[in-house]
């Protein structure tokens, strides 16, 4: 009974406006084939990957044409069949140029001959699922691209209880993880239930935001014969939701530190793209090349839902909605809050990318003019806005004020490494303090200084 | 390379990309309207002269800002409305026809010396209105404690003077005149202490507009309630203990709570950002430490009212509390 009183959610976080209205309704869009993709060897936490194939090589859908050395690594693969025409250092939405592989299309669209499907795929054994996992390059598709497979490995000793999927989808804009869970609910619980197989978890949660009520209804139904061993929970709608350590809160109600990772805590969280794509190399051999991907913005025509090839370039997406709608302002990768902008079209879609967002100039969507202050900023006047929302109950003000005087150790004695640069203290803040700037300015300092 | 003219324009700023509307003017201008109630009562009560202090204390503060950054070459920031705010508590601070030259003297000692040389807005140490407020009472302790007895506007009434409620306990406890007991020198009107027919500053006469200012504050998320329910609260607990202990020399604690700046200081001093404490646990203590000061020189110190020595004295703790009282880590 004593549930029935505890909330679900956390400790600070804040409420921007949800803007998910435009793409929310909308199904997911099948596009026509790009002509050309670029394939960035690295779309994965830890070493790059080095190219399997050569320039002029013809390549099939599907077919492994990067692989990395080392234990965290992941592999890429063609997203279309056709021709490799270059492999060079290209433009990539997480900022600096990386080596990518770029292929024409035969505009065949054939899939590579050796996909194995496995229609009893709950009785492999772990180990080889997990090779699977990894062979078909999946990483965390929430945005972090973290190696899936070495997700899914906890070190020696530690066994895992609980899987959690992460359907929060806090960002506001961003409504990839909605429709998918909306359209493909079976699917992801079987993502989940192969996740669980390679733990050997005993129960299995999925966390959705109660502002996808749609999206709750559809994998309630899907899971209600399992009732034992997977739950759909309703969480708080607030923002970071979907941060792991926050959304473990929220579902099993304990706070596993800064200092430690959730699988030591016995918990292991997967996007629900995540557990798709899990699903679909396991059951029909199919490596990851493709992703729903959110366009939308008042920047954008038609905004929607795109089941887009990883290496299509955010121009030929933005197209497929309709184009711009006025001049851009600003190209976001992701969404609003931790989003990345872009300063090129060009960029390919990639593992993490769940949106493409686009602010227009006329009427512009982001308060720049905050105050009347233009982009500039005032100093702290120790409100303790961003104090009360930092869902790491740390102290962003201080951070403004040392990273402005350049006080290194006080900021690390503060705790300033257990910052998820969420952005909750920035968006909050009425001086427009660049706070998340100034914690990642001292980061680094701080991490020069342990070097 | 034509389409590549045009992406280059890209606006490129770092995540969030979204930021909330509300803005340190904001944020000032809405202490302002909520003290909007505190004012007319005030100007109601004391009239003209009560006006003209406002103006005269706003104004003044204002052109000080306004003065300093232009000496200084700094960065003109007169329009974020802090220290129009700083002008209109400070006025709100004095007594009605308090002399204009002092009024200005007050604004020139808030804004220049308590806020411009510790650095400006968010660096102070006291808060500015109040710093200058208790500057005027040491320096003019005469002018700062004649107060015109309240003679509402259309009422025909000259302004006469008239000692405080406070001020009449005070000079009865400091005469040690054991044949008169507090009771007997205070006479009670709940009503007209409930709405501010008494004499006092401008704006603390009125605990009821003070009462509807703050919930407004409150209401906006402009404050939380942690530091004034805490001052209240305390002040309260410790003037009942005072007065249990000797009922004949002390006022009782409903009058202590409707009299003196207990209700501006409470929401509208002891709140002021750059001054109070960071985190909850620190505003409660805060507001604690604010209340038993202000029953302790209420009942033992020689002034009458302790609540702008209260929140002074308080607001030299603040690095402390915000030093060892840090918010709660996430897994902590």
Known sequence: MIDIFHRMTFRGGIHPPEEKDRTKGIPIQTIPLPEKVVIPLSQHTGAICEPLVKVGDIVKKGQKIGEGKGSITSTVHSSISGKVVDISPHPHPLGSDILSIIIESDKKDEWVDSLTENEDYLSIEPAKLKEIIKDAGIVGLGGAQFPTHIKLSPPEGDRVEYVIINGAECEPYITSDHRLMVERASEIVEGLKIIMRVLSAKKGFIGIEKNKPDAIAKLKAQSSKLKAHIEVVGLNVKYPQGAEKQLIKSILKKEVPPSVFPIEAGVVVNNVGTAYAIYNAVRYGRPLIERVVTVTGNGVKDPGNLLARIGASFEFLIQNCGGFSGEPEKVIMGGPMMGIAQYTLKVPAIKGTSGIVVFSKNPPSSPFNKGGQGGLYQPCIRCGRCVDNCPMGISPNLYGLQAERGMIDEAYNWDVMDCIECGACSYVCPSNRPLVQFIKYLKAEVKKKQK | ?332
């Open chain 2, 1 to 332: 390379m034509e389409k590549d003219k045009k992406t280059s324009l890209l606006l490129l700023t770092p995540a969030p990309h979204i930021r909330a509307e509300e803005s340190v003017r904001e944020l000032m201008f809405s202490v302002i309207i909520a003290l909007i109630p505190a004012a007319l009562a005030g100007v109601y009560f004391f009239g003209l002269q009560a006006i003209l202090t406002l103006c005269i204390a706003a104004t003044s503060s204002i052109l000080f800002e306004f003065a300093y950054q232009r000496m200084t070459g700094s960065k003109n920031t007169v329009s974020d409305g802090s220290a129009a705010l700083t002008g209109l508590l400070l006025g709100l601070n004095l007594p009605a026809g308090f002399p204009w030259w002092g009024t200005i003297a007050g604004s020139f000692i808030a804004v220049i010396l308590v806020k411009h040389l510790f650095g400006g807005l968010g660096f102070n140490i006291f808060n500015p209105a109040l710093a200058a407020r208790v500057f005027l009472l040491i320096s003019w302790p005469l002018q700062m404690s004649t107060f015109p007895k309240p003679a509402p506007i259309f009422s025909g009434i000259d302004a006469v003077t008239a000692a405080t409620p406070l001020t009449v306990v005070k000079t009865l406890q400091l005469s040690h005149d054991l044949t008169k007991s507090v009771e007997s020198v205070t006479e009670i009107n709940w009503f007209d202490l409930l709405i501010g027919n008494r004499g006092g500053s401008i704006g603390e006469v009125s605990t009821i507009a003070l009462l509807i200012g703050g919930i407004y504050l409150i209401y906006k998320k402009t404050i939380v309630w942690h530091t004034p329910v805490s001052f209240i609260l305390t002040t309260t607990i410790f003037s009942t203990i005072f007065y249990l202990i000797n009922p004949k020399m002390a006022a009782n604690p409903v009058f202590h709570l409707l009299n003196g700046g207990l209700f501006l200081g409470a929401f509208f001093m002891s709140t002021d950002y750059v001054t109070s404490p960071i985190t909850k646990r620190g505003m409660l203590i805060f507001g604690a430490g604010c209340g038993f000061l202000t029953a302790l020189i209420r009942q033992y110190g020689s002034y009458p009212e302790g609540v702008s020595f209260a929140i002074l004295l308080m607001n030299m703790t603040v690095p402390l509390l915000d030093k060892y009282l840090r918010p709660r880590k996430f897994g902590g």
